[in-house]
């Protein structure tokens, strides 16, 4: 086989068509979650930790006291964002939730499979032919 056919034969089997789809719905889960940080729960928590804006949290490495990271980056600063570091922490715990909460509905929608059933065990080979015997010998 030549390598497009077998390129293509890869491409097309079940698992990478899946994943590829899993890809494409999970970028556009991500925008649907970014949103829900961004405009819902980062408000939430603002408002529970007195209006603190987390993106806007920062440690200048220079010992200078800026008022604002806009202010630092224009400084030229050395920043460490933490405050993007407790956001993302924030998405993955809220992505993480809705994945769970996405397969736990589909378990349940998924059809209840009955337990298979044992066929009745028969008689071995060898009580088989011990049957076979003592019929022989009756006769």
Avoid: C, W
């Avoid at 006291?65 to 998405?91: F, M, P, R």
Wanted: glycine share 6%.
């Amino acid at each position: 086989m030549s390598f497009i056919s077998d390129f293509k034969k890869f491409l097309m089997k079940g698992d990478v068509v899946s994943l590829a789809t899993a890809v494409v719905i999970g970028a556009a889960f991500k925008s649907i979650v970014d949103s829900m940080v961004k405009d819902i729960i980062t408000p939430v928590i603002g408002l529970i930790t007195g209006g603190t804006d987390f993106t806007q949290k920062f440690i200048a490495l220079d010992g200078k006291h800026y008022d604002s990271l806009a202010a630092a980056t224009e400084a030229k600063a050395a920043v460490i964002t933490y405050g993007n570091l407790i956001q993302a922490i924030i998405n993955f715990i809220i992505v993480g939730f809705f994945i769970f909460i996405f397969l736990r509905a589909y378990d349940k929608t998924k059809k209840k499979e009955a337990p298979v059933k044992e066929a009745p065990k028969g008689p071995t080979q060898e009580e088989l032919l011990i049957e076979i015997r003592d019929e022989l010998r009756k006769k």
